[in-house]
């Protein structure tokens, strides 16, 4: 079964500086998605960004990118300059290319310092 | 704007009540969700179902039940509540097979077994 792991429970930084969320994940299969989701306090969950596999290309969204790296098996999230918007929970998760779920890590909480 | 409507924000119950969650999307997604929200673990499925009356057990089943009569809503019911339920519970709609089927949630309802 796939897994997906995001080894820091929190993170913080301060406004305008930029931060790297990781996430790992484990699959025996060539294509798929990856997904960053992210959950402010008391609000809905939100899309971020995602990756297909096959992609080599990192994905970018304003200032939001990431780092993918499969052979290791890594997805990072960098947030450049960051915004008191920004603090959330987030989310990594992983999609099989046939298939409907989502498999989430357990989430790495963001705290933006003015 | 996309949508996905949960019928309760904050609900309180005593053990061995049945308690029924509501989800309501306006999106026509075939894809209906229901996630189990926990400090530490992420989101873990419940079930998920992917057309009108069909539905699988995700990872974490036991205690659960779904049902799903008309394409918009997917209900999750519990039905002798016990303080390990005690939970918040995110509803997620995305589109029918093919593409990245991208998840979207509702504002999640925070369960209270006492």
């Known amino acids: 079964a796939q897994t997906v792991t995001q080894s820091q429970p929190e993170m913080s930084v301060q406004e305008a500086e930029t931060v790297t969320l990781s996430c790992t994940y484990d699959t025996s299969e060539s294509d798929y998605y990856l997904f960053w989701y992210k959950q402010p306090p008391s609000r809905q969950m939100i899309l971020v960004i995602r990756?297909?596999?096959?992609?080599?290309q990192n994905a970018t969204e304003n200032r939001f990118s990431v780092n993918f790296q499969k052979a290791a098996k890594s997805f990072s999230l960098k947030i450049s300059d960051s915004q008191l918007g920004d603090a959330a929970m987030y989310f990594c998760a992983y999609r099989r290319i046939y298939g409907n779920k989502l498999v989430f890590g357990a989430g790495t909480i963001l705290r933006v310092k003015s | 704007d996309v949508k996905v409507t949960q019928s309760s924000r904050y609900l309180v119950k005593r053990t061995g009540e049945k308690v029924f969650l509501e989800c309501v999307q306006d999106?026509?997604?075939?894809?209906m969700f229901w996630y189990r929200q926990d400090p530490g673990l992420g989101l873990r499925l419940i079930y998920f179902?992917?057309?009108?009356?069909?539905?699988e057990k995700g990872d974490i089943p036991e205690g659960y039940s779904v049902s799903r009569e008309k394409k918009e809503r997917f209900s999750l019911i519990l039905e002798s509540a016990s303080t390990n339920q005690t939970s918040m519970y995110l509803c997620a709609s995305s589109p029918g097979t093919g593409g990245p089927g991208e998840l979207f949630f509702g504002e999640g309802s925070r369960l209270t077994v006492l």
């Open positions: 999106m026509d997604h075939e894809n």
């Open positions: 990756q297909e596999a096959y992609k080599q």
């Open positions: 179902s992917y057309d009108v009356k069909m539905k």
